[in-house]
C-alpha cells in the first residue's frame, strides 16, 4: 500500500484528492489518500455567501465555459443541472470619470476592427495614430521572455495601452502588466506577432469568422462563462461529499517535509508525523518555501510578489439606482485616480444572484502599489466604493447588504521570467524531491479550470511515478 498526501484543500487539492481516489477505485490500486488542509474549511477562495436569495461569491464567481475541466468535474459532483451561463450585454471603461464602450471587435483589448476603433472617445487623435504603428512595425526581436507592458507598448503606444488593455489584462492577474510576464500569462500574442508581424491582422486573421446571418437563430447567443445558480462553494461541498470517509484531515497544517529513506516525512502542527510515499502540493508560493525550508532552490518563491486584494458585494432596491446603464459591469483605467478597479453588475450578469427587484454591484478593490485600501475598515471601504459608484451612478439610499471579502497576499505575480523559474524548480525536484509534484494558482494559472487542470495532471504524474 502507497500513501500519497495532498497538501493544500483549495480547489486544486480537492480536485487531485477526488481523481486520485476515483483512478485508485477503478484500477483498484494499492494508494491510499490523505488530503490536509490548514483551515477549517476545503475550497480555499472558492466561498459563497448566502442569505435572502442572494448567492454572493467571495471568490470567483464563474469559469470560461470553452475550459471544459470546470464543468466537467461539476457534472461529476452531481450539478450538471446548476450550471449557467452569464447574461450577456455591454462592457465599459471607465476613463477619468466618464463611461466608453469596449470598442467592437476588441480580444483583449487589441483592435480587430478598425471603425469602432477610430470613432471611439477612448483615445486622442495621436493615441490612435500611434497604435497604428502596429501595421508597420517589425515583430518583437527579443529572445526569451518580456514584460505585458514592453510587450503591448512598443506595439500600440501608452496610450491604449493605459486605457484599453491594461485594464482587461491585469484584472485578471490583479497585476502590473509593466512586471508581468508575456510568455506565462498571454504567450498566444506573441506567437500571433512572430507569425503575422502585425497584432491586429494576427488576431483578425486567426480569429473564427462570426457565423453568416442566415446560419444565426433568433436565440440569444450564450455567456462566455459558467457558475453554478447554487453558487461555486456548492462544488466544493459535492466534491468534499465524494471523498472516502476519513481521508480529510482539517485545522491542521504541515509544518515541515524532509526525504528519508526514499519517503517522505511530514512534521504536523498537530504534533504528529507522518509518512507519505509521494505529495501533491497545492498550497501559495510562499507556504511552500516555509515547508520544504530544507530545500535551498524553493527559496526564489519568497521573493516572488502577491497582491492583496478584497471585494465588496452591495445590494439596493434597483429603485435606488437612478442612473442605470444597459450592460454588465466596467473595467477602470489606473490614471483615473479610483480606488476601484472593476465593477459588475452582478445582478444582471447572474440573475440568479439576486432577489427580483435587487440590484447587486461587485467593486473589487487594491492592485499593485496600491493595495492600502484593503488593510481599511470595512465602513472605511463601503464609503470610498459610494463615493466612487455616484460618479457614474446616482444611488439614493443606503446599501440593503453589504458582503466584504479581502484577500491578503493571496494574487501570485507571475513576473517575468515566470516559466524559466518554474522549470528550474521542477527540475531540482524531479532529482531531489522524486514524487512530489506542485499545482495550484502560484504555478501554472489561477483561473478555476487552470487550478482543476493541474489537480488532474499532478495525478497522472503520481500514478506515473508509483508504478
Known sequence: MKKIVVIGGGITGITAA?????????????????????????????????????????????????????????????????????????SYILIKDKLHSMPGGAIMGIPTKIAPFVKS?????????????????????????????????????NEVVDHLIEPLLSGIYAGDIDQMSLLATFPQFYEVEQK???????????????????????????????SLRSGLESLVHAIEAKLNPGTVLKSVAVEKVERKDGQYKLQLSSGEEITADGLVVCVPHKQTARIFSNYSFFEVFNHVPSTSVANVAIAFPESAVKNDIDGTGFIISRDSGYSMTAVTWTHKKWPHSAPKGKALLRCYVGRPGDEEIVGKSDEEIVQTVLKELNKTMNIDSNPELTVITRWKDSMPQ??????????????????????????????????????????????????????
Open 121 to 157: 472617445g477612448m483615445f486622442s487623435p495621436l493615441g490612435k495614430l500611434r497604435a497604428g504603428g502596429d501595421f508597420i512595425l517589425p515583430s518583437s526581436s527579443i529572445q526569451g521572455d518580456q514584460s505585458l507592458g514592453q510587450f503591448f507598448r512598443r506595439r500600440f503606444g
Open 414 to 467: 507571475y513576473t517575468v521570467g515566470h516559466k524559466q523559474r518554474m522549470k528550474e524548480i521542477t527540475d531540482k525536484m524531479a532529482d531531489e524531491l522524486p514524487g512530489v509534484f506542485l499545482a495550484g494558482a502560484s504555478y501554472e494559472g489561477l483561473g478555476v479550470p487552470d487550478c482543476i487542470d493541474q489537480g488532474e495532471k499532478a495525478v497522472s504524474r503520481v500514478l506515473e511515478y508509483l508504478q
Open 196 to 226: 503575422y508581424r502585425s497584432l491586429i491582422l494576427g488576431m483578425k486573421k486567426s480569429t473564427p469568422k462570426p457565423q453568416p446571418v442566415k446560419a444565426q437563430t433568433s436565440k440569444k447567443s450564450k455567456g462566455m462563462f459558467l
Open 18 to 90: 477526488y481523481y486520485l481516489q476515483k483512478e485508485t477505485r477503478a484500477k483498484d490500486l494499492p494508494i491510499e489518500t490523505l488530503l490536509i488542509e490548514a483551515s477549517d474549511h476545503l475550497g480555499g477562495k472558492v466561498q459563497t455567501y448566502t442569505e435572502n436569495g442572494y448567492v454572493i461569491e467571495k471568490g470567483p464567481d464563474s469559469f470560461l465555459a470553452r475550459k471544459l475541466s470546470a464543468s466537467r468535474l461539476a457534472e461529476e459532483a452531481g450539478l450538471k443541472d446548476q450550471l449557467v451561463n452569464n447574461g450577456t450585454g455591454k
